[in-house]
């Protein structure tokens, strides 16, 4: 008889990587939207507060799919928001500054160049959110820990660890 050949082992990403993708995506999605708008809000109202107007909304968008697919969180609530809207705060400046000195150097761009300003300032302005969103917005808290399907756990007790060890 021959024995049935073992499963591969699967590959898992790491939590934080696994995150990060999903940040990506989700983030990814709504600024590529929010670039779009702005390129239709172009002439109508000055860009610093066209950018303004579409990082509010786009952050409270941005910050419930976050809660929800990136990080799997719990947390949820105005508080929250508000947390996640001081790490935009940064962005909307790096964005903003950025898309003012391309219009520095060149007073009337193309779209293609205009947009592609756009967001690769909105990429850099990305990754530090997803760090500070990841250790400080959406940490875990007391103890508790998220698995990747967002399942909450308790932490172990000092009788199950000394039972493990």
């Not at 600024?31 to 000055?46: C, D, F, N």
């Not at 419930?64 to 799997?72: A, D, G, I, N, P």
């Not at 302005?125 to 103890?143: M, Q, S, T, W």
């Amino acid at each position: 008889m021959t024995a049935a050949p073992s499963p591969r082992p699967t590959r898992t990403l790491h939590p934080a990587l696994t995150a990060f993708v999903r940040f990506v995506i989700c983030g990814g999605g709504v600024g590529v939207a929010s670039s779009g708008v702005l390129v239709l809000l172009q002439g109508t109202i000055p860009l610093a507060v066209a950018n303004a107007l579409v990082t509010v909304v786009s952050t409270v968008i941005a910050t419930e799919l976050h809660s929800r697919v990136s990080f799997r969180s719990g947390r949820r609530g105005w508080g929250v928001h508000l947390q996640s809207g001081l790490t935009v705060a940064v962005s909307y400046a790096f964005t903003t500054g950025a898309l003012l000195c391309l219009y520095a150097l060149r007073p009337e761009p193309s779209a293609l160049l205009q947009q592609t300003v756009y967001l690769s300032a909105s990429a850099l302005a990305g990754v530090g959110r997803f760090a500070l969103l990841r250790i400080v917005v959406f940490r875990d808290r007391g103890g508790v820990a998220s698995d990747t399907s967002g399942a909450h756990r308790a932490p172990l007790g000092k009788a199950a660890v000394a039972m493990a060890a």
